[in-house]
Structure formats: C-alpha cells, structure tokens
C-alpha cells in the first residue's frame, strides 16, 4: 500500500532553515509528482510547489520562488523541502503529497514546524 | 486572501444533499478541467474526493460529485452522513504550473 513518511517535528529559531523529508513507499516513485502544501494552525491549505521525481524538476508558487528548495533522492524514494530565512508566519504543518501536476492523491502525515525565537 | 473563493461554512441534516461551491476566474476553475476536492478531518491529513471536476478516485462513495458551471466549481454531497462533517477545500489549475486553493468550507452535519 501507498505510504508516504515524513520527518519529525522541528522547533527554529526565526532567520533559520529547516528541512522536511518525505519517504514513499508502495508505488513506482518515479511515476508521480511530489507536491508540498502547508498550513499554518486554525487556516487553511497552501500550495507551495513539485518536484518531479524523474528528473528532479521542480516548479514552486511565485510566493515561495528563491525561498525554498526541493530535491529527490531516487536511491531511496525520498523528496526533501527546504525552507530558509523562517520566520513566525511558517509556523504550520507541512504536507508532502504525491499526485499528478494538478492533483494529489495521498498524503503524508504532516510535520510541524514551529518558528519560535 | 485565497485564489478560489469558498463559502466559510455549509450545513445539512442526514440524509439531505448539500452544495459548496468554488469560484475562480476564466484564468483556472473556467480554463481547465483540473478542479480537484479535498476532504480534511480535524487533526488528519486531507483525502482526494474528487479530480479532474467531476472523476471520483477509487473508495471514493458516490454521494460525492463534482460539477462546474462557468468559473464556479460545486461538490454535493448526497444522503448526508454524520462522518462527511469535515473541512472541504477545492484545487484548480491555474496556469504557468500553478495550482491555486479555496479557503476551505467547514461542512456541519446538524
């Protein structure tokens, strides 16, 4: 079955970077974008970007363009979200999502990243 | 402020059907035909309801459809059920790669 693992939560400092891990399991990893989607405590969803898996191409709202990075690693079916420079406002839970360019259709369990001076 | 505009609440007894809609522009929901649901319980990740406007997913029941008229996208939800009471957020794409969300509508079973 479909699996999607990510990392543990994280406490950052503002001005810091931290970085989300997603491990997939259970489909041809290569086969479907990866998305990433966040969501700050009480709102709602927040698309952030993809990568494609098969060749490392990514794309990323304008929003978030220069701000943060997502890489693969196909030897071990791992995508992986940088964001740096945090502040207060990217206190949420992150979402990694596996999908097609416009849809996703499992997620994982989300990571709390709380920014906390 | 949100790309798609959803209504912040809906309501319905069980048994009933009830409507959200999504409105967008002529530049995602009435371009394309990529309007996606999602379903989202307290404390969970969310659930693909529906994809592509109106495909439901495997495991998907059918009380869910999907619809779009113009630049508004709906999701009914037929013969209401106390477990549909969640979150519900819609997805177009909107062009450039670009996939835009709705602010979520908090669907109440009375």
């Known amino acids: 079955q479909v699996q999607l693992v990510q990392s543990g939560a994280e406490v950052k400092k503002p001005g810091a970077s931290v970085q989300v891990s997603c491990k997939a399991s259970?489909?041809?990893?290569?086969?479907?974008?990866m998305h990433w989607v966040r969501q700050a405590p009480g709102q709602g969803l927040e698309w952030m970007g993809w990568?494609?898996?098969?060749?490392?191409?990514?794309n990323s709202a304008q929003k978030f363009r220069g701000w943060v990075t997502m890489t693969r690693d196909t030897s071990i079916n791992t995508v992986y979200m940088d964001l740096s420079s945090l502040t207060s406002d990217d206190t949420a839970v992150y979402y990694c999502?596996?999908?097609?360019?416009?849809?996703?259709?499992?997620w994982g369990q989300g990571t709390l990243v709380t920014v906390s001076s | 402020q949100s790309a798609l505009t959803q209504p912040s609440s809906a309501s319905g007894s069980p048994g009933q059907s009830v409507t959200i809609s999504c409105t967008g522009t002529?530049?995602?929901?009435?371009?394309?035909?990529?309007v996606s649901w999602y379903q989202q319980h307290p404390g969970k990740a969310p659930r693909l309801m529906i994809y592509?406007?109106?495909k439901r997913p495997s495991g998907v029941p059918d009380r869910f459809s999907g619809s779009r008229s113009g630049n508004t996208a709906s999701l009914t939800v037929s013969g209401l059920q106390a477990e549909d009471e969640a979150d519900y957020y819609c997805?177009?794409?909107?062009?450039?790669?670009?996939?835009?969300f709705g602010g979520g509508t908090e669907l109440t079973v009375l």
């Open positions: 990568i494609n898996p098969n060749n490392g191409g990514t």
């Open positions: 002529s530049s995602d929901v009435g371009a394309y035909n990529y």
């Open positions: 997805t177009s794409f909107a062009g450039s790669n670009k996939v835009v």
């Open positions: 592509d406007v109106n």
């Open positions: 999502a596996k999908g097609g360019r416009y849809w996703f259709d499992f």
């Open positions: 259970g489909y041809t990893f290569t086969d479907f974008y």
